[in-house]
């Protein structure tokens, strides 16, 4: 295959008669083979001609016939912080996108990006080695690509113990105690990721940590086993913890940011998540929610060139 014989993308776009965000969606769905040169996707023009036969011949009603207006280029957000909810409400408003929603974990939502799978990407991945906060973790798994990375909220991360603190939970390092049982995150969520490197930088091994085998999948689940006594103790934030019902010990404030990457196809919603996450009435939406601390919110921490 050779690029004098292929399209990119524009060209496909204005051959068909249609948006490149239309193209770029029927790309992502697998409707539309490519391959790419460098960073650049192309089609080739024996793929280009299969398609449109197909479309003159089985489906008259597909793209060829749509208006831009009929077909909305969907986006995928992923995270499980309800602030991605907002978001992706204004972006919906804002912008012509569906935006959908995968609830991933931080980790899982990284590698994702990394394959193609999702377009925004919420993270809290605590880096013992450097004290920071999602950047040293994007700058390796990220490595090749160009991105930026948005700050969207500061929250309160720490450990759901029952009512009163009974066994009297104060620290990472009790959780290390016989007597005190925990409840886990799933692998890849930032909640877990902040659990083993705390409990590496204490130098307690997870052998030692009654329940740590035990997973749950959200803030919510680990805050109702701490209540219903299956566990003494989980680590999760403070919103959790309050919405169930039970006590928490706020050991760190942590760092939750958006990443996008950059690429031509990108560039109006990058352009539109910072004009959102930077108006004064998205961080009031944000900040009513409560326990979040948007003084920052829409900075741009890092962005490669």
């Not at 749950?216 to 219903?228: D, F, G, K, P, T």
Request: glycine fraction near 6%; include cysteine.
């Amino acid at each position: 295959m050779t690029i004098e014989h292929s399209y990119t993308i524009e060209e496909v776009a204005n051959l068909l008669k249609v948006s490149k965000l239309t193209i770029y969606d029927l790309v992502k769905k697998g409707e539309l083979p490519v391959f790419r040169v460098g960073r650049q996707m192309r089609m080739s023009a024996a793929d280009l001609d299969r398609y449109v036969k197909k479309q003159t011949t089985t489906a008259p009603t597909a793209v060829l016939s749509h208006s831009d207006s009929e077909h909305k280029a969907s986006i995928v957000i992923s995270g499980q912080d309800i602030a991605l909810d907002i978001l992706a409400q204004h972006i919906e408003k804002e912008f012509s996108y569906k935006a959908l929603r995968s609830h991933a974990g931080s980790l899982n939502s990284l590698i994702s990006m990394y394959q193609g799978k999702c377009d925004i990407v919420s993270l809290h991945m605590y880096d013992g080695d450097t004290g920071d906060y999602n950047l040293p973790y994007v700058k390796r798994i990220l490595s090749g690509y160009s991105y930026t990375v948005i700050h969207l909220l500061a929250r309160q991360a720490g450990l759901y113990v029952q009512k009163g603190n009974p066994l009297h939970i104060r620290s990472w390092t009790d959780l290390g105690q016989e007597h005190v049982t925990i409840i886990n995150r799933e692998k890849g969520s930032g909640a877990r990721i902040l659990l083993d490197e705390q409990l590496r930088i204490h130098n307690l091994s997870p052998r030692f940590i009654n329940g740590y085998e035990r997973e749950e999948n959200s803030h919510l689940r680990v805050a109702a086993a701490v209540l219903n006594g299956t566990a003494d103790a989980g680590v999760g934030i403070e919103k959790a913890a309050q919405m169930v019902g039970v006590d928490f010990i706020p050991l760190i404030t942590e760092r939750y940011d958006l990443v996008l990457l950059k690429m031509p196809e990108t560039e109006q919603l990058v352009q539109t998540v910072q004009k959102i996450v930077s108006s004064p009435l998205f961080q009031a939406e944000i900040g009513s929610l409560g326990n979040y601390d948007c003084s920052q919110t829409g900075r741009i921490l890092f962005e490669t060139d």
